[in-house]
T-cell receptor, first 110, second 118 residues
């Protein structure tokens, strides 16, 4: 079993749609959680950190469920510019080895 | 501020040749990471340094791979001899406090070095 698993997609949604991605992780000692965004042929960039209480940044909402060991990302009112691959990232406690999921590909269409 | 700078951006080389990838981290960052990304395996951490000292190289695939950080502003990843299965995008990244739970911070990636070994 991979340490971080994501549905690879692709998710194809129309503009304005709401889309949700889930990610599961296997290491219960994991302490830091992030969502990164990677555009085609570009480097990954931080989208948002994920906090235990859940957090929101504009149209993006991240949730963490430690009991079930999963993280989610919700995108509301999708824009064409949201088209990218979304990487779930998990870091074990006191460790600098960020574990990346394989990514979920999103395409937002007009 | 300049981001993480990597060179070369693209390299095509023949099997058996030596490949050297270079990275300049963001000034003031004391952690430097080398990642490799392929379609099959996704993003994998190869090695990381803290204050120029290699901390964890367990991700380095084999002895053909080596990495150095002679000073705070420069690191190299060397593959010798290169093989076709080494074809991938190699990312260098840096951060100020690592990625542990206390940081809440993140790492900043360079644009990557696209390596093709034929």
């Amino acid at each position: 079993r991979k340490e971080v698993e994501q549905d690879p997609g692709p998710f194809n949604v129309p503009e304005g749609a709401t889309v949700a991605f889930n990610c599961t992780y296997s290491n219960s000692a994991s302490q830091s959680f992030f969502w990164y965004r990677q555009d085609c042929r570009k480097e990954p960039k931080l989208l948002m950190s994920v906090y235990s209480s859940g957090n929101e940044d504009g149209r993006f909402t991240a949730q963490l469920n430690r009991a079930s060991q999963y993280i989610s990302l919700l995108i509301r009112d999708s824009k064409l510019s949201d088209s990218a691959t979304y990487l779930c990232v998990v870091t074990p406690y006191n460790n600098n080895d960020m574990r990346f999921g394989a990514g979920t590909r999103l395409t937002v269409k007009p | 501020d300049a981001g993480v700078i990597q060179s070369p951006r693209h390299e095509v080389t023949e099997m058996g040749q030596e490949v050297t990838l270079r990275c300049k981290p963001i000034s003031g960052h004391d952690y430097l990471f080398w990642y490799r990304q392929t379609m099959m395996r996704g993003l994998e951490l190869l090695i990381y340094f803290n204050n120029n000292v290699p901390i964890d190289d367990s991700g380095m695939p084999e002895d053909r791979f080596s990495a150095k950080m002679p000073n705070a502003s420069f690191s190299t990843l060397k593959i010798q001899p290169s093989e076709p299965r080494d074809s991938a995008v190699y990312f260098c990244a840096s951060s100020t406090t690592g990625t542990g739970w206390t940081s809440g911070n993140t790492i900043y990636f360079g644009e990557g070095s696209w390596l093709t070994v034929v």
